[in-house]
């Protein structure tokens, strides 16, 4: 999967990833995965799947402009590319969830398109999340914010195999 760490910190929101492109039985992939970038005014960072990632780009998605209304506008789209995952009734997104930066508020976006705001100063998404959930809740006397975001995608690429370098961090004013 991966790792995506979002941190608020000094009224910014600092969010990075790894680089790593996995497959499910955890073959390392040789390819250049992009798992952070800029849609107009929101920074979307995703773990799983890159295909359903790649699909929210600016140049194959357009953003509507309430972060309330980007749920049901990823699953509109994500339907209509045929990414999505059906059971028993019900679309999820391919194993895959979202970070996203809005407004210099930070959001997830699980596979059943929940919508949640982040409650304290920090969210990981992907499967290195606990080691890097870990590393941000011990790093809290780090005065860089980009360093705590570093720090903690370099421990999850320590504990997990999905995860690994390159590194990509934004920074949202």
């Known amino acids: 999967?991966?790792?995506?760490?979002?941190?608020?910190?000094?009224?910014?929101l600092y969010m990075g990833s790894d680089g790593r492109a996995t497959?499910?039985?955890?073959?390392?992939?040789?390819?250049?995965?992009?798992?952070?970038f800029w849609n107009e005014d929101f920074l979307?960072?995703?773990?799983?799947?890159?295909?359903?990632?790649?699909?929210?780009?600016?140049?194959?998605?357009?953003v509507?402009?309430?972060?309330?209304?980007?749920?049901?506008?990823?699953?509109?789209?994500?339907?209509?590319?045929?990414?999505?995952?059906?059971?028993?009734?019900q679309l999820s997104v391919q194993n895959c969830n979202f970070l996203i930066g809005y407004n210099g508020r930070l959001y997830e976006i699980l596979t059943d398109f929940q919508l949640n705001e982040v409650y304290g100063s920090f969210l990981v998404i992907g499967s290195g999340s606990q080691y890097a959930?870990?590393?941000?809740?011990?790093s809290k006397r780090v005065k860089s914010g980009e360093k705590r975001v570093l720090i903690a995608l370099k421990t999850a690429a320590k504990f997990d195999s999905a995860c690994g370098p390159p590194y990509f961090i934004?920074?949202?004013?």
């Open 44 to 62: 979307i960072g995703f773990a799983g799947s890159v295909r359903t990632g790649q699909l929210l780009k600016p140049e194959y998605f357009e």
């Open 64 to 89: 509507p402009d309430d972060v309330l209304e980007l749920p049901d506008a990823i699953r509109d789209h994500l339907c209509d590319k045929g990414s999505l995952a059906t059971s028993d009734d």
């Open 170 to 173: 934004e920074v949202m004013e």
């Open 133 to 138: 959930m870990g590393s941000l809740f011990t």
């Open 23 to 36: 497959t499910d039985d955890g073959e390392k992939r040789p390819i250049v995965a992009t798992k952070l």
């Open 1 to 12: 999967m991966s790792c995506v760490v979002g941190l608020l910190k000094n009224k910014k």
